[in-house]
């Protein structure tokens, strides 16, 4: 992805609408259009990134599979089939 510029303007209440042209290129879509913004300290930037769920037990944001509805990554996988087969305490 090369960097794109546009210039936008802040509402009152802090709005601003991002251009379908951003939009399209970051895979957003009306139904599932969820960003992180955080700033850069040391750009002196507010950056808008496309929002991905980690894995539902510990953030972990690689090697995710999905099971009925929940994101769990391979250790978290790894440490449940510990604890099933009776390794660990459950609880």
Known sequence: MHAVGI???VDKLGRMVVPIELRSSLGLDEEDARVEIFTDPKK???????YERGCDFCGEMN?????????ICQSCVEELSDRLEGK???F
């Open 63 to 71: 090697d995710n599979v999905e099971y009925n509805g929940k994101k």
């Open 7 to 9: 210039i936008k303007k």
């Open 88 to 90: 660990e305490e459950l």
């Open 44 to 50: 002196e930037a507010l950056v808008i990134k496309k």
